[in-house]
């Protein structure tokens, strides 16, 4: 754990070497949600390879790099490229840019991520705001010896999605004019997609989104007092809900299709939050 810290603090220092002021939304991007990053001004972009212990993500279309800039009045530090478990990293290592956020003074987060719809109200496109998860079938990513610096062993989850944030978020979609659903993303550990069986087990438990991210990262945020506001693109429908296989191009290409809506809602969000500072 003192390794991991001092790797922390080591990223830390060159971050802050060369963005100077503080950051007060972090932004996390998932999957074909990137162009967000291209309306940021004044941008100032650090490749994940740059920085010292920093991990580099793996997946295609995750082109690692923290981008810090303005948008909509309020400075953010956004992730493009996040670190999946299915990636085989360590715990603590998957969450290393949620953690670096922290140190930065960042105490809001918005945390994105495309997801399957279990839902059948959804469609292809829906964006849902996440109320709440389940994430009881893989480990937390507190798993080890605790973080003090960060905070408790036992870190409290009943509001893991922050409630002012949240209704800022569904007003937010409702002045904006953009349709939004709201429910609960589980976690799948990936990389393989869901079975039909798989995804029948999670909507009896409640599960109205399915994924393979976001659930690490908010535990680790929450851990860390940070609030989050998480949203879910959903680019498909969950295996076995209609005949279609599921592919990871098709991920891709919803995304494109309702990127402009996303980059909207994002940016209204951004406007609208009031930042714990
Ligand atoms: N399952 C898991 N993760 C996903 C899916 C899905 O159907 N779609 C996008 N990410």
Known sequence: ?????????????????IITEKPEVGVVLGS????????IKDAIEIKYEDIPNFPVSTVENHDGKLIFGTLENKKVLVMKGRF?????YDLNMSVFGIRIMKMLGINDVIITNAAGGINLKFKEGTLMLIRDHIGLLAPSTLRGENLDEFGT???????????????????TARKLGIH?????????RGPNFETPAEIKALRILGADAVGMSTVPEVIAANHAGMNVIGISCITNMAA???EKRLRHDDVIETT?????????????????????V
């Open 84 to 88: 999946h478990y299915y990636e085989g």
């Open 153 to 171: 062993r036992f870190p409290d989850m009943t509001y893991a999605y922050n409630r002012e944030h949240l209704s800022t978020a569904i007003t």
């Open 32 to 39: 074909g949600l990137g162009s967000l990053a291209d309306d």
């Open 1 to 17: 754990m003192i390794e991991y810290l001092r790797k922390l603090k080591q990223a830390e220092k060159y971050i802050r070497e």
């Open 180 to 188: 939004i659903e709201q429910g609960v993303y589980a976690f799948y």
């Open 256 to 276: 494109n299709r309702v990127k402009s809506d996303f980059v909207r809602y994002i940016k209204g969000i951004i406007g609208e939050l009031t930042c714990t």
């Open 240 to 242: 076995g809900i209609t």
